[in-house]
C-alpha cells in the first residue's frame, strides 16, 4: 500500500520493533481507510551496493492507493496477514538474500475493536 506521511510512523515503529503489537497498530491503520488498486503498474527498482535506484527491473505492480470513494453496502470484514522479510547483502559475493521472518495474522475482531476495547 501507499502510505501517507502520518502512517509512516505507525509503519516505521513496526519495522524498527517487529513485534505482533506493532505490526498490529499498522494493520489497524491501514484496514481504517478504503484502498483501490492504482491504475498505472510500478516497475520493481533495482539498486546498487549503496542502496541507490539503478534502473527498473522487468517485473511490475500495482500499488494501493487510498480512495476517498467508499464501497457501496456493508464492508468485508476479513482477516490481514503481514509478512515480515529480512534482506542480507554479502559484500563479498554481492548476492542478497531475502528470508521469511515472521508472518503475523490478525483477525476482524482484533481489527475492528471499538476505541473503549482498544484500551483494555
Not at 505482533?20 to 503498474?41: D, E, G, M, S, T
Amino acid at each position: 500500500v501507499q502510505l501517507s506521511s502520518e502512517d509512516f510512523d505507525v509503519l516505521n515503529r513496526a519495522l524498527e520493533y517487529p513485534t505482533r503489537k506493532n505490526f498490529l497498530r499498522a494493520a489497524r491503520q491501514i484496514v481504517q481507510r478504503n484502498w483501490i488498486p492504482a491504475y498505472q503498474q510500478r516497475p520493481v527498482l533495482n539498486v546498487n551496493t549503496n542502496g541507490d535506484p539503478v534502473g527498473a527491473g522487468a517485473k511490475t505492480y500495482r500499488v494501493m492507493v487510498q480512495s476517498e470513494l467508499r464501497p457501496e453496502g456493508e464492508q468485508k470484514r476479513s482477516r490481514m496477514e503481514i509478512q515480515f522479510w529480512k534482506i542480507s547483502y554479502d559484500p563479498r559475493t554481492k548476492s542478497v538474500r531475502a528470508a521469511l521472518s515472521e508472518t503475523f495474522v490478525f483477525s476482524p475482531e482484533e481489527l475492528f475493536q471499538s476505541p473503549e476495547q482498544n484500551n483494555s
